[in-house]
């Protein structure tokens, strides 16, 4: 059996006469912390959404979890933990109320959210959070409760969308041992951010400049292939003389 738990070719999607993703063709194993990296409008989101069935292609494939994510988007969506560029937990509900909520989405019964619940804030030391209102609390804490409520149902693969964006660096720092933690119980990260710094945290990373990936690698391979000492500097490298969508 394959390890690799997403797979795309050629990977299209056209809104009109624009090219958002233009023929991406890409692989993640089991347990790999893969990074979608490009500038804002470079393409990253809209690849997420098709592969998290929330977006049609509109041509080439893709299969996450070992299901179509064009004719099997509901089993997709069962597979796998997302976490979206903007917060989606409820503001005006507790912690606790978020919980219930989304487990009842997934089908999970109240004892074993609840247990979950308790077990996920002790390990982020966070109890004393739980019939907060989430509007309450600070954009770290909604940052890695939002992780936590990703992987609620346990699935074996979670897509984060820019995940630290406007959070200070400790909190940054933090939110990356969470994923770490997770990768290391063998599941499966697939995360797009435009900090390059973050590159480093990650297995394999993937640049998109203009809709296409112009370079996979480990993030060691990739700055010796262009000789630079760092992410940014590749990047930099990659995106001269193009016009960022």
């Not at 979890?65 to 089993?75: K, L, P, W, Y």
């Not at 606790?96 to 004892?111: A, D, I, M, Q």
């Amino acid at each position: 059996m394959s390890d690799k738990v997403i797979i795309a070719k050629d990977l299209t999607r056209k809104f009109g006469n624009f090219v958002a993703v233009d023929a991406v063709s890409f692989e993640v194993s089991k347990g790999e912390i893969f990074g979608f990296l490009g500038a804002n409008g470079a393409g990253k989101t809209t690849a997420m959404r098709m592969l998290c069935g929330l977006l049609a292609p509109t041509s080439g494939a893709a299969s996450v979890a070992g299901f179509d994510i064009a004719s099997q988007t509901e089993m997709v969506k069962k597979h796998i933990g997302y976490m979206s560029q903007k917060f989606s937990m409820y503001g005006d509900l507790t912690v606790k109320e978020n919980f219930l909520f989304y487990g009842g989405v997934y089908g999970l019964k109240r004892k074993v959210i609840l247990e979950r619940l308790d077990m996920m804030l002790g390990l982020l030391q966070l109890r004393e959070a739980t019939n907060s209102l989430v509007d309450s609390l600070p954009l770290g804490w909604k940052q890695k409760l939002s992780f936590s409520l990703a992987t609620l149902h346990q699935p074996g693969i979670i897509f984060l969308d820019e995940p630290t964006g406007g959070v200070d660096p400790i909190a940054r720092r933090q939110f990356w041992d969470l994923i770490y933690e997770a990768a290391n119980d063998g599941v499966t990260i697939f995360v797009t951010t435009h900090y390059m710094d973050e590159a480093e945290y990650c297995d394999r990373v993937s640049i998109m400049v203009d809709g296409k990936i112009e370079a996979l690698d480990s993030p060691e391979n990739l700055r010796k292939q262009f000789n630079a000492e760092s992410m940014d500097a590749v990047f930099q490298e990659l995106a001269r003389g193009t016009s960022t969508k």
